[in-house]
């Protein structure tokens, strides 16, 4: 993958334990989010930024907290985990230029609440 | 209701066949994106293709090719002359009002599976 770095990209969590999966990329890209995937569903959106400073919700934001201080950075917070927060999450980035669609995905991180 | 609906849980095909798969959306924005990426078991996600909704031509991007159909709001995939390595998982999104970002609203994916 083109420079969206995941980390960590396995992490086994005791409910109720808070944790940061951290996100970063080096293509000065704007526009970035956090997508969780389980199986059968597809990957949803938790969070989404479209610069340093500006978060907003996507699909699933319950349970996660994200913020922006960078442009680099985009890391997610899970405050309180639980069993229902097992999945694995995926981090991208994109330019904000109209006409470049290539969105670029970090490696995933496979997360287990037990 | 789903923005975008994947009605094919999964396709089988043999190597060098063509295949299609299918991806109806929903939306009333009138400025759109539809993007097909591959999951391959390893579990990154890798980009195909892009059609955008004010697009004339479908999209094509060596075997891949996006058949785009505007009034049904369908935007299928055909991927020509199968390979072994095309068995993954694939997943129709769309990103909605405005042409840039990352925000995308992703279908439930067709399983394809290449045999020999």
């Known amino acids: 993958n083109a420079g969206v770095t995941q980390t960590p990209k396995f992490q086994v969590l005791k409910t109720g334990q808070s944790m940061t999966l951290q996100c970063a990329q080096d293509m000065n890209h704007e526009y970035m989010s956090w997508y969780r995937q389980d199986p059968g569903m597809g990957l949803r959106l938790i969070h989404y930024s479209v610069g340093a400073g500006i978060t907003d919700q996507g699909e699933v934001p319950n349970g996660y907290n994200v913020s922006r201080s960078t442009t680099e950075d985009f890391p997610l917070r899970l405050l309180s985990a639980a069993p229902s927060q097992t999945s694995v999450y995926f981090c991208?980035?994109?330019?904000?230029?109209?006409?470049?669609?290539?969105?670029?995905f970090g490696e995933g991180s496979w997360l287990t609440v037990v | 209701a789903q923005k975008i609906t994947q009605t094919q849980p999964g396709m089988f095909v043999q190597e060098k066949e063509a295949v299609t798969l299918d991806c109806t959306y929903d939306?009333?924005?009138?400025?759109?994106?539809l993007f097909w990426y591959k999951q391959p078991s390893s579990g990154e996600m890798i980009f195909l293709i892009y059609q955008g909704s004010y697009d004339e031509q479908n999209a094509t991007e060596g075997r891949y090719s996006l058949n785009f159909q505007k009034a049904r709001k369908s935007a299928n995939l055909v991927i020509s002359a199968s390979q072994l390595g095309d068995s993954a998982m694939y997943f129709c999104a769309m990103r909605e009002g405005g042409q840039a970002g990352t925000a995308l609203i992703f279908g439930k994916g067709t399983t394809l599976s290449v045999s020999s």
């Open positions: 939306t009333s924005d009138q400025s759109y994106g």
């Open positions: 991208a980035s994109s330019y904000s230029i109209v006409g470049i669609n290539t969105i670029y």
